[in-house]
């Protein structure tokens, strides 16, 4: 006779995990979400290798909380994550948070889009989300850059500070493609030399009298060498390819 125990019978709730173990109860969509914001995977062991390898095929869980209508609650989960860093990686983080923001249900796309300045810490987070956007958006005929895309990135420089704003933008072109439309004085300086470049930067600001602020970012920027001042004023290339 077999000890108590000893079996599992076929009408339980004990499911194998990935590991060939056996689990007591089924892994909730939440919980393997919550394993994908972690670390990439919904699997229930992590292994280095997954690094870097964000994709649908690992997003099951994802896909499916966003098909019932629970995108405002995934939302909040990638808020979570990222402000309590709780991430291996930003990237799946990222990668929800630009999958969000695509979906046809208006409340799921505001939230994603109202998170974007809690998830997106610094320009590389910032370009990070618009390259998963583009990725997400290939083969569609229509490009990423829409009005809600465009104001959230704009809402994003326009609380920055601007002297880290300033030493950012001398390494991408996001602030020009989203026609930001600046806030306050640093940030409109900031922005015309991104645009139109260090030489109508000085003709416009060189006879003004200028705050604190202004002078500090003026400062500088005209500390900069010649040799990075080579791309200022010029059209950025087609949206979809991002300067670093």
Not at 20 to 44: H, I, M, N, P, T
Not at 66 to 89: D, P, Y
Not at 226 to 231: F, I, K, L, P
Request: with cysteine; glycine share 6%; charged share 25%.
């Amino acid at each position: 006779m077999e000890p108590s125990g000893s079996t599992i019978s076929s009408s339980s709730n004990h499911t194998l995990n990935s590991t060939g173990g056996v689990c007591q109860w089924k892994v909730s969509d939440k919980a393997k979400l919550c394993r994908f914001l972690c670390y990439g995977s919904e699997g229930d062991v992590y292994t280095a290798r997954e690094e870097g390898r964000v994709s649908m095929e690992h997003a099951g869980a994802l896909l499916s909380m966003l098909q019932e209508g629970r995108g405002a609650e995934v939302v909040e989960e990638i808020k979570r994550f990222s402000q309590e860093g709780r991430a291996v990686t930003l990237d799946p983080s990222l990668f929800a948070l630009a999958l969000c923001s695509q979906q046809s249900e208006l409340k799921t796309r505001q939230a994603a889009f109202k998170a974007l300045k809690e998830v997106c810490r610094d320009p590389a987070h910032l370009f990070s989300f618009i390259q998963q956007k583009k990725e997400l958006r290939e083969g569609m005929k229509c490009g990423i850059w829409g009005c809600a895309l465009r104001k959230a990135v704009s809402d994003w420089y326009n609380e920055q500070d601007a002297m880290s704003l300033a030493a950012a933008v001398t390494k991408c072109d996001l602030l020009r493609l989203s026609h930001t439309k600046p806030a306050n004085e640093a940030i409109a300086l900031i922005s015309k030399y991104v645009i139109k470049g260090w030489k109508e930067v000085q003709l416009a600001y060189s006879d003004k009298e200028n705050s604190e602020e202004v002078g500090k970012v003026l400062s500088y920027l005209e500390m900069i060498p010649e040799s990075d001042r080579t791309n200022e004023g010029k059209v950025p290339p087609y949206p979809h390819t991002l300067v670093f």
